[in-house]
């Protein structure tokens, strides 16, 4: 039995073994099982107590080992194959029957005695034989496979029948024995074995095979080692299949599918067990039509014996599109694929943000029209593409007249409404035209306009946008009313560079703005090179309050009686990074026509405020600052806000501050006056600067809550020269005086002019002749630092 067991022990591992090795597996198998089974069968005979001591005949010894052996060699040939019929069981059990009994009846034969057999038992053991080989073999060869704990009590058993049968088949022939002392006593061969050596050979055998019992074990445990091993290896790969995201189809080399994961249901929309044994091919209903084609073709290149991976897009039964990324994975092994996993990651996602990603790349996030980048690579584009068909473009700059006053009066998320309106509104009037609208910040819109016909269908487009802008805009339960200036450059009239032509569109629109705004105009050569410093400059402008570049020189305002300075103006400087110091009259027209002027007159009262209150904290003297408003500011909505705001930051208090308006922003009286009155209720007084240059009704006056009158430098200048001058310089005076308004005079540069207006009784003046506008430094050096102590 022991035999039997490490035999069949040794029997499973020459399932896992290969050729020689195989050989050598089943070689020491057989033996061991055969010296095994023969060494029990001798032993029982020696147990036989005959009354008289027996001789073995060697050769019949060794060819009942021989044939020990050769049952053996057929068990482990049986339980190692690879399919078992019943056929071949049978054939097997009849084959070891035969070869046991032949070995028992060779061995018995080997006795120097005679034997009578009683036949029917004879047969009886034979049978015996045959049922216990076939059925441990049917046993052994179901559960060779077996690797769980239990496989043990398999092979014990099978063991054990075999054990049994062979016992069996051997006592049995034993009863069935006769002795006699007769002619088989006689010496028949050459060699005869004593008793004694005979146990001699017995024990031999037992050590052999008891050497291979412990072989087998030691080599057991090496390989179930080894087993765990594997198997923690196959568990770890099982799991990488069945619990992979990815859809895993496994297919044999001929495209048969062998094997699909959990994943792949989840990918394709519908249960994927249904095509285990199907040719791989039958997915490719699931991929879209216009694809079905290219991934077949796809599919088969991909088969080189190399990872490679392709791109596919399937359906599900209800719509869905599902992008796939394929990848085909060849199984080899010892070099030869046997099959493919075709591995497929479900990338929609992946797809989708990435479109999302680069259209954000390409396109404006409020209109979702083009943006800058996007305008560039169309211009290339469209210059390479008139290489070929001769067909000219027009670059439409496009820009909103005081958009920055609508964005910062409304807010930005008005403003934001605002530019989708304007942005629809652009793309309905470009609608049939072979056009493409870019915004690229802002309210800068650009618009390439292709046409083989003459320029009059850009014109047309430019008149068109024109007029759709000047319908009012709804917002926030107003109408707004809006004007638009277009600039038109043409390829390749006018230039083949992408940057000039933009720029070229910008200069025409330029001039737009300075001929009165509302309007398109074509590029001209003879646009003047001011035009384009000015939208350098216009771009340098935009950065200088964050640069911190603007500057607030202080010129004094003295009084006549005194020489005592009793207030300052604020006035604006610009230092710009490479044309050194620029004055308001550069830069603050500019900065009106963009709505820059809104931030940077925000600014200026802001500084010259807080200025004002560090002069006041350092001992004075309690004099107020004046700073000019541009009609922007004064006409947006939440001046008065911004002025709270920059008084209560600052710390200012209201009376000291002086804002400076001319009469051209008060063509509304109503709304005027408004305003006007609720600066006054703040506490802060007004000064009406270059009185007498505007048209404004003098009738006003009276009616506007101001405080002072500003005469405007151009009476001055040739007042003592020119009677006409004085006589206004005097009458406005006398009215101011009436109307109990302040008076100061600006300009002065002379003592002629100092004299001419103390004599008409002018009790402030402003002007070079005490001071220029002086930064804040000088001004504090030249003239608060003197008062001083004796301030008021
Ligand atoms: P303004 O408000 O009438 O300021 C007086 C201008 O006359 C100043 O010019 C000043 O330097 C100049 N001035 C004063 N005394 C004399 C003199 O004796 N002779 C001559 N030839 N000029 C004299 P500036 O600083 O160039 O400013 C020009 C204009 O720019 C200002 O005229 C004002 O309208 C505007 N401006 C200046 N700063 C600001 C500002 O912060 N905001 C706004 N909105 N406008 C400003
Ligand atoms: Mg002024
Ligand atoms: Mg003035």
């Not at 990338?347 to 259209?359: D, P």
Request: include cysteine; glycine fraction near 8%; charged fraction near 20%.
């Amino acid at each position: 039995m022991t035999a039997s067991y490490s035999a069949l022990d040794l029997a499973g591992r020459i399932n896992t073994t290969k050729g020689i090795r195989r050989m050598s597996w089943l070689i020491l198998g057989a033996t061991s099982m055969g010296l095994g089974i023969w060494s029990m069968h001798f032993v029982g005979m020696l147990a036989m107590s005959l009354p008289i001591p027996i001789s073995y005949d060697m050769e019949y010894v060794v060819l009942s080992v021989i044939l020990a052996i050769f049952v053996s060699s057929i068990a482990l040939l049986t339980v190692t194959r690879r399919t078992l019929g019943i056929k071949e069981l049978v054939a097997s059990g009849v084959l070891m029957a035969a070869g046991i009994s032949g070995m028992h009846y060779v061995g018995m034969a080997a006795m120097l005695i005679g034997i009578n057999y009683d036949h029917l038992l004879v047969l009886l053991s034979i049978g015996i034989a045959a049922t216990a080989s076939a059925l441990a073999l049917w046993l052994l060869f179901y559960f060779r496979k077996d690797q769980s704990r239990h496989a043990v009590w398999y092979k014990l058993g099978s063991a054990l029948i075999m054990g049994a049968g062979i016992a069996g088949m051997h006592y049995t022939g034993m009863y069935a024995a006769h002795f006699h002392l007769g002619d088989n006593m006689s010496y028949r061969s050459g060699l005869e074995i004593e008793p004694n050596k005979l146990g001699y050979m017995i024990t031999i055998a037992t050590l052999f095979l008891l050497g291979m019992t412990v072989f087998g074990v030691f080599i057991t445990k090496r390989l179930s080692q080894k087993d765990s091993v594997i198997q923690e290896h196959a568990g770890w790969y099982r799991s990488l299949y069945h619990n992979n995201a990815d859809g895993i189809i496994s297919v044999d080399t001929n495209g048969l599918i062998m094997s699909v994961n959990p994943a792949v249901t989840r990918i394709i929309g519908v249960p994927a067990e249904g095509y285990i044994h199907q040719h791989v091919s039958a997915f490719q209903i699931n991929v879209t039509e216009e694809l079905r084609a290219l991934t077949q073709e796809r599919y088969h290149q991909s088969f080189n014996m190399e990872t490679s991976s392709y791109d596919t897009t399937i359906v599900h039964p209800d719509g869905t599109k599902v992008e796939l990324n394929i990848v085909n994975i060849p199984v080899e092994i010892e070099g030869n694929v046997i099959g493919n996993h075709i591995i497929a990651r479900d990338v929609t996602e992946e797809k989708l943000a990435k479109g999302q990603i680069e259209h954000l790349a390409y396109h404006d996030e409020l209109t979702g029209l083009p943006n800058r980048r996007m305008l560039n690579e169309l211009l290339t584009k469209a210059m390479t593409d008139n290489e070929f068909s001769a067909i000219q473009f027009a670059v439409i700059a496009l820009d909103i007249d005081r958009f920055k006053m609508i964005n910062d009066s409304l807010g930005h998320t008005y403003g934001d409404i605002f530019l989708q309106a304007v942005s629809d509104r652009i793309q309905a009037c470009v609608a049939g035209v072979d056009a493409v609208v870019s915004r690229l910040g802002g309210d800068e819109f650009i618009i390439i306009c292709r046409s083989s016909m003459d320029d009059t269908v850009y014109a047309a487009l430019a008149e068109r946008i024109v007029e759709a802008m000047r319908q009012p805009f709804s917002l926030k339960d107003n109408d707004f009313y809006i004007s638009t200036s277009i600039g038109i450059a043409l390829f390749p009239q006018d230039s083949q560079d992408p940057v000039e032509l933009l720029k070229q569109a910008d200069a025409a629109m330029y001039q737009v703005k300075k001929n009165g705004k509302n309007g398109y105009q074509f590029y001209t050569s003879d646009l003047d090179v001011e035009l384009l410093g000015r939208i350098e400059l216009e771009a340098d402008l935009r950065k200088a309050v964050k640069r911190n570049e603007l500057v607030v020189f202080y010129q004094p305002q003295v009084s006549t009686m005194d020489n005592r300075m009793v207030g300052v103006e604020a006035l604006v400087r610009w230092n710009h990074p490479t044309r050194g110091v620029l004055m308001p009259g550069t830069f603050i027209p500019l900065a009106e026509e963009t709505g820059l002027i809104y931030e940077i007159g925000n600014w200026v009262m802001y500084e010259a405020c807080r200025q004002m209150r560090a002069w006041h904290d350092a001992g004075g003297p309690l004099i107020p600052v004046s700073v000019n408003l541009s009609t922007q500011q004064f006409h947006h909505t939440d001046l008065l806000e911004q002025v709270e705001r920059v008084l209560s930051e600052t710390g200012l208090a209201a009376q000291y501050l002086e804002l400076e308006i001319t009469e051209s922003m008060m063509m509304d009286a109503t709304v005027s006056t408004t305003i006007l009155l609720a600066l006054n209720k703040l506490g802060i007084r007004i000064s009406l600067d270059d009185f007498g240059t505007g048209y404004s009704s003098l009738s006003y006056l009276k009616i506007f809550p101001i405080h002072k009158l500003k005469i405007d430098r151009s009476f001055i200048t040739d007042i003592s020269s020119n009677e006409n001058d004085k006589a206004i310089v005097a009458t406005i005076i006398a009215m101011a005086q009436h109307l109990k308004l302040d008076v100061v005079a600006e300009g002065i540069e002379t003592k002629d002019q100092l004299d001419i207006l103390m004599e008409n009784d002018c009790r402030e003046i402003q002007g070079y002749y005490f001071s220029k506008p002086l930064s804040a430094e000088e001004v504090e050096r030249a003239f608060f630092v003197p008062l001083r102590g004796s301030a008021v």
